[in-house]
């Protein structure tokens, strides 16, 4: 069993990598 919380820090990070990602490729194709 996996708790909450050590499931968010290691979820939480890798969100955030993968969103700067997607608004520099969108800022790059011009969307934004």
Same mark, same amino acid.
């Given at each position: /069993? $996996?708790?909450? @919380?050590?499931?968010? @820090? @290691? $979820?939480?990070? /890798?969100? +955030? !990598?993968? *969103? +700067? !990602?997607? $608004?520099?490729? /969108? +800022? @790059?194709?011009? *969307?934004?």
């Amino acid at each position: /069993f $996996i708790h909450l @919380k050590d499931l968010l @820090k @290691k $979820i939480v990070p /890798f969100k +955030r !990598q993968v *969103y +700067r !990602q997607v $608004i520099a490729y /969108f +800022r @790059k194709e011009g *969307y934004l």
